[in-house]
């Protein structure tokens, strides 16, 4: 069936993609001009399939073509802080797999992306440069490499160990951390005309929902409510996947903060499920209860026709997934769900449930924070001295010479701290520092003897040598390579480093601390060229954007630039 599916894969994916992409570079009388067509459009598909963007996002994310260096679509969310990167493939008979040289370059050119080196990519790619540079650099990103195709095998062993050695490469810590922050999806002719068939046209879906402990509401409309089993929840994944998502503004968001918390409460917790999670609502064209439990409310089966989840997709595919990969104990869960009728609803009705409902704001773990008393206190001392300390998180707020919010100040302490555990946290994933407020990384940098002051002066510090690895970048002649790598994703270790060799760490808690600029700039750049020389000799054949996030290589980097008898 190998031609049949390869052929219905084609059909579907020019339907969707080829009127969106950029096909200019390809000749009307190119004799692979059809395959050509055909892998970008495949390219899209896969940034479409796993991300859930609009078909013309996902067609704007193909760089496909000349000096490509492997890569051909990415695609990043700053909603999800997600980077997905692509190669594809296109086998026209639907027999094989990728070549491993193909497979090479592919991670070649991921290596060359995590080390800035811009110059080796085409044109498509360098107009993204803006935008891969901030998710490279946000805090919390996560990465995803995507190998489509329309082979119907595995990887081959040469070219599985080349991925594999790339994901070892990307999500090593150092020191048994265990953070995954680069994960590998394969879509092969198989996975891709499954998904195809799945959200063929996006028709409705019908299933049926059993809700126990389950009460109806009647004005101004229908809708009822109640609990329904974990085991119930995956079978909808299982059966129907992204489809149930059609009308959900977000989608599944891939690896998160939010569904790694689920994951966890599965595991650890499932009986408690229901008060830890905000449930799940469907919409739904009708609803028809079934003589299934009578007139008594413990027990009802709801037939829902032309249902999605508009809010909760991250509790559906985490539960989902964790079926899926052989997870047991969800007959311990317990979800609280909505369903909506919409048939005696105003027309416009669906689409704004859809919309309120995803508008709320997410909850972080540093939301939390704005309830703890130290950093009342320290917002209370800093006020007193002018200064605007924002502890709660807000889109509207803006930095000055005279106000910080705490993910700067977070970064900022971490760095001043001399200690390089806690730059690496704050380079590679600082949500960590969120996790528990009452021990670990949070209490190491704000306790009771973090003064208001201390913190300013930590500020302070941190701006200075910002400000002037900005200043460096903008004199560079070009933004690529190795020491441009360094400057954007070497700046805690930098700064660390600097604070160090002026024992800043020392002198920032003391109340009359004065900062000499100058002379942390003049340091600055001479720890940077210090590293520069050292990474050139030692880890030449590193990635930086991942190095910087490696505590072991990082210490050894501090230990070396503190035995330097450096002016």
């Known amino acids: 069936m190998s031609i049949i599916h390869v052929t219905q894969i084609a059909s579907k994916i020019r339907e969707l993609f080829e009127g969106k992409i950029d096909l200019t570079d ?43 260096n492997g890569i051909d679509a990415i695609y990043y969310s700053p909603s999800s802080r997600q980077m997905v990167m692509v190669q594809s493939k296109w086998i026209q008979k639907g027999t094989g797999e990728p070549e491993s040289g193909e497979i090479g370059k592919f991670c070649q050119g991921i290596r060359d992306l995590f080390n800035m080196n811009f110059d080796r990519f085409n044109q498509k790619l360098q107009n993204k440069q803006t935008t891969i540079e901030h998710a490279l650099q946000e805090y919390d990103t996560r990465y995803t490499v995507i190998l489509i195709d329309t082979g119907d095998r595995g990887l081959a062993e ?3 160990r080349q991925i594999d050695d790339l994901l070892h490469e990307m999500n090593d810590a150092g020191e048994g951390v265990d953070e995954q922050l680069v994960e590998f999806e394969r879509m092969n002719q198989g996975r891709v005309h499954s998904s195809l068939a799945l959200s063929a046209g996006n028709q409705p879906i019908d299933f049926e929902v059993g809700l126990s402990h389950w009460g109806k509401i009647s004005e101004p409309y229908s809708a009822f409510y109640g609990m329904v089993a974990g085991e119930e929840v995956a079978k909808w994944w299982t059966d129907n996947g992204r489809r149930l998502f059609d009308k959900n503004l977000r989608q599944v968001l ?33 609803i028809e209860k079934s003589m299934v439990g009578g007139n008594t409310r413990d027990i009802g089966s709801f037939k829902l026709t032309g249902a999605s989840v508009v809010n909760g997709a991250q509790t559906v595919s985490t539960i989902g997934s964790y079926l899926k ?8 869960v317990k979800v609280q769900v909505r369903v909506i009728n919409l048939s005696e609803a105003p027309e416009s009705f669906g689409a704004e449930v859809t919309r309120t409902n995803n508008r ?208």
């Open 360 to 567: 709320q704001n997410k909850i972080e773990n540093r939301d939390f924070v704005s309830q703890d008393p130290e950093q009342v206190r320290i917002k209370t001392e800093l006020a007193i001295d002018g200064v605007d300390y924002n502890i709660v998180r807000s889109n509207s707020f803006k930095a000055s010479d005279k106000s910080f919010d705490l993910q700067e100040a977070t970064a900022a302490i971490a760095c001043c701290s001399g200690d390089p555990r806690l730059a690496v946290q704050a380079k590679r994933e600082i949500g960590k520092f969120y996790e528990d407020l009452n021990k670990g990384l949070y209490k190491t940098i704000f306790n009771g003897s973090t003064t208001g002051r201390y913190v300013f002066s930590c500020i302070k510090i941190a701006r200075v040598v910002d400000v002037y690895l900005l200043s460096k970048i903008s004199k560079l002649s070009k933004k690529s390579g190795r020491y441009y790598g360094l400057l954007v994703h070497g700046n805690r270790i930098i700064t660390l480093v600097a604070v160090q060799r002026l024992t800043l760490n020392i002198a920032a808690k003391e109340n009359d601390f004065e900062l000499d600029a100058g002379k942390l700039v003049s340091v600055t750049d001479k720890m940077i060229q210090t590293i520069f020389d050292y990474l050139e000799e030692k880890y030449a054949d590193n990635m930086l954007g991942t190095l910087f996030k490696n505590l072991s290589k990082c210490k050894d980097i501090v230990e070396y630039c503190k035995n330097q008898n450096i002016a």
């Open 26 to 68: 390809i000749g009307e009388n190119d004799s692979q001009r059809t395959v050509k067509v055909l892998s970008r459009c495949l390219a899209a598909y896969a940034v479409y399939n796993y991300t859930g963007c609009p078909c013309a996002e996902a067609a704007l994310s193909v760089v496909d073509g000349g000096d490509d």
């Open 254 to 286: 891939g690896k998160t903060d939010v569904n790694d918390e689920i994951r966890a409460t599965i595991i650890s917790a499932p009986d408690k499920f229901w008060y830890f999670n905000n449930g799940i609502t469907i919409v739904a064209t009708k």
């Open 158 to 160: 040469h070219g599985q």
């Open 325 to 332: 990969e052989g997870g047991i104990g969800l007959n311990k």
